[in-house]
């Protein structure tokens, strides 16, 4: 049957559809909650998106938990709790908040160790910006691609994550993990956050062999590349974001980027000066607590590295404070290394950073061995900071139990299986005696019918409340007192119950509270220097300036209402049709 020939208009093909390209980062996450009322779901687009109930909070975090629960590995859990952070920012972080005790292990150390390890076989979003070597001359027109106002970065190369090595870009799980942190302990908007990972090649030459690996298959780049690099990664980001906050994190060699940076930006590095800081925060409560003066205090710390010395330096600080003299000072400390304790006649060439503690008065004698170094310094103080799980045997707590009635006994190693000793070990071979603290947690302990609870030198009490500090009062630079001061508003921040218990640090559970106590210390701090740029806040009291703090904090609990009320008043001022668009549109 022929077709009649009958004129039709032609469709309206002439030209191809274009569409931007869309990115869904998982800082902008929050759009998908079932606790949005159906006319913010409308606003938002996400309506016929969610099942249809609105729920309350309670009823949300019942089921998150109850699916948390269900998962077997700690590594499930971790999976899972990212995926809530991408789909439901909001949701993620009140269930964060009411559960911070139970949850940071599972999203930071020490889960967040294997979840590096494995980023090539988990990964499956992006939530953060990788900057490879290659990308070298064009570091700026990246940055443009993420979508942002940022406040805080925290940037890594992964070359020594945790007591783990090298693990490549696969490190990006310590920025995200440590931004999560800072929205949760310190009120950081979420959105305001950015996670880098430097691309610099890798030294671990399984990962590059390995075909799931994600990142650059060369060696690692030389230090005047690292270099040249880096120069122009923060000019970059401070062009881009003037007055952003920049921490480096878990670098290989983390004083040479601090000493060329820390007095042109506003940066400053966690594994050195965090780390350092919450350390010190925990033995100025265990020094009180001990009743040894400041003047007959000796301190061993097994391990040299760059967090042991960052450590020892604040306590240096301290103790001249304290009245005594920067040699005084020094000479309250011994270190030890793979090969011995460290001295300047030991026959081999010391790393630069190990040279300010190495000993000058040892007379020739050269000691490998802790337990002798023990009977030889007669120390009040022991820290590990060695990565070298069980080095505190049952023979060197029982010396410190020896020689002190209550030994401070600090073993810091990450994660938990490379502590220097467990809570539990201490307290048997100190005969429930020690004054303790650990970079792990460990659980609490009955001992001779008394509840005993471990401190835990979590640097999550001091950076959140630094990088709060260095943005609300817009600081030029990140000085060694703010960092110092970060320290000491831990003492401070302890109530009276914790200290009638003998806590060394404040209740996690409470960490909101303390951060806004290190934030205020920090701020005046940098207030002192004349560091800061928000001059009025000089004027406020201690009272006036907390109130300040709290009110600029992110809170997860109130971004519901907050939208509920940006959309009342749209449809007030008739600015919103109720359907999803704004009327003008």
């Not at 159906?38 to 109930?53: C, I, M, Q, S």
């Not at 870009?169 to 009120?187: D, E, H, N, S």
């Not at 005594?324 to 630069?352: H, Q, Y």
């Amino acid at each position: 049957m022929a077709i009649p020939d009958v004129a039709h208009p032609p469709a309206n093909i002439k030209h191809p559809q274009q569409h931007g390209a869309i990115r869904q980062i998982a800082t902008t996450g929050g759009d998908y909650g079932t606790a949005n009322t159906h006319e913010v779901r409308r606003y938002l687009k996400t309506y016929g998106l969610l099942p249809p109930n609105v729920e309350s909070y309670e009823v949300q975090a019942k089921r998150c938990l109850a699916l948390l629960n269900s998962k077997t590995t700690a590594m499930d859990k971790f999976q899972y709790l990212s995926f809530l952070r991408h789909s439901d920012v909001h949701l993620f972080y009140r269930l964060l908040s009411d559960n911070v005790k139970e949850l940071t292990p599972l999203i930071y150390t020490p889960t967040v160790g294997e979840a590096c390890q494995k980023w090539h076989e988990i990964y499956t979003q992006p939530e953060g910006m990788y900057i490879s070597y290659s990308d070298k001359g064009n570091i700026a027109a990246i940055l443009q691609n993420w979508p942002h106002n940022v406040e805080i970065s925290v940037v890594t190369d992964g070359s020594r994550i945790l007591g783990l090595g090298d693990l490549g870009v696969g490190g990006m799980g310590i920025p995200i993990g440590k931004l999560a942190l800072y929205t949760a302990c310190a009120g950081i908007n979420p959105n305001a956050t950015l996670p880098i990972t430097c691309d610099l090649g890798t030294s671990n030459q399984a990962l590059i062999d390995n075909p799931l690996y994600m990142g650059s298959r060369r060696p690692k780049v030389t230090a005047q590349e690292e270099r040249e690099f880096l120069d122009e990664l923060m000019a970059a980001l401070t062009e881009r974001w003037p007055g952003i906050v920049i921490q480096y994190e878990d670098w290989k060699n983390p004083f040479t980027s601090l000493e060329r940076y820390q007095d042109t930006y506003t940066m400053f590095n966690d594994d050195v000066q965090g780390t350092g800081a919450v350390i010190l925060g925990g033995l100025v409560t265990a020094v009180k607590q001990s009743g040894v003066p400041i003047k007959d205090q000796r301190a061993i710390f097994l391990g040299a590295g760059s967090a042991g010395v960052g450590v020892a330096k604040q306590i240096v600080e301290f103790f001249m404070k304290e009245g005594l003299s920067e040699e005084e000072a020094k000479k309250k400390f011994w270190f030890v290394d793979s090969n011995g304790m460290v001295t300047l006649d030991r026959g081999d060439k010391l790393a630069d950073h190990k040279v300010y503690f190495a000993r000058d008065d040892n007379q020739g004698k050269q000691i490998q061995s802790l337990v002798r170094l023990i009977d030889y310094v007669k120390p009040t103080i022991l820290m590990g900071l060695s990565t070298i799980g069980g080095a505190f045997t049952p023979e060197v707590l029982s010396k410190m139990a020896e020689i002190n009635t209550n030994p401070i006994i600090f073993p810091l190693s990450n994660p938990s299986s490379k502590s220097e000793c467990t809570f539990e070990e201490a307290m048997q071979h100190t005969n429930g005696k020690c004054l303790f603290a650990s970079g792990s947690p460990f659980p609490s302990l009955e001992w001779e019918g008394k509840t005993y609870t471990p401190g835990q030198g979590n640097n999550m009490y001091v950076f959140p409340g630094i990088g709060l500090g260095a943005i609300l009062c817009k600081a030029v630079n990140v000085t060694q007192d703010m960092i110092y001061s970060s320290g000491i508003a831990l003492e401070a921040s302890l109530n009276k119950q914790e200290r009638a218990e003998g806590w060394i640090y404040p209740d996690i559970r409470r960490i909101r509270e303390v951060s806004v106590t290190v934030t205020r210390y920090v701020i005046r701090s940098a207030q002192k220097a004349g560091v800061d740029r928000e001059l009025n806040l000089r004027n406020l009291s201690d009272e006036e300036l907390d109130e300040y703090i709290k009110e600029r904090m992110y809170d997860p609990f109130k971004e519901r209402d907050m939208l509920v009320n940006e959309v009342k008043s749209l449809v007030a001022g008739n600015g919103f049709n109720g359907n999803g668009h704004h009327a003008q549109l």
